[in-house]
C-alpha cells in the first residue's frame, strides 16, 4: 500500500464506529472528512481544556502547600 502524502492518514475503525461517524456526518450535514476533522479537533480541544484544569489543580494545590509550609 502506498503511503498516503503527509497531511493526510488512512485508519481502520471497527464496522461500528464506522456507523457511528456516519450518522454524525448525516446529522451534522458535513462531509465524512469534516465531520472525522471536527471530531478529531473536539477531543484535542478537551484534552487540552483537561490537561489546563489538571495543571491548574496541582499550581493551586502546591500554592496550598507553600502556604501551609510559612
Request: aromatic share 2%; net charge neutral.
Amino acid at each position: 500500500m502506498p503511503k498516503p502524502p503527509p497531511d493526510e492518514f488512512h485508519i481502520r475503525v471497527s464496522p461500528a464506529l464506522y456507523k457511528r461517524v456516519r450518522h454524525a456526518q448525516v446529522d451534522s450535514g458535513r462531509t465524512l472528512n469534516a465531520e472525522l476533522v471536527a471530531i478529531i479537533e473536539r477531543g484535542l480541544d478537551l484534552r487540552d481544556e483537561n490537561l489546563e484544569k489538571g495543571l491548574k489543580l496541582i499550581k493551586d494545590g502546591l500554592d496550598l502547600i507553600e502556604k501551609g509550609s510559612a
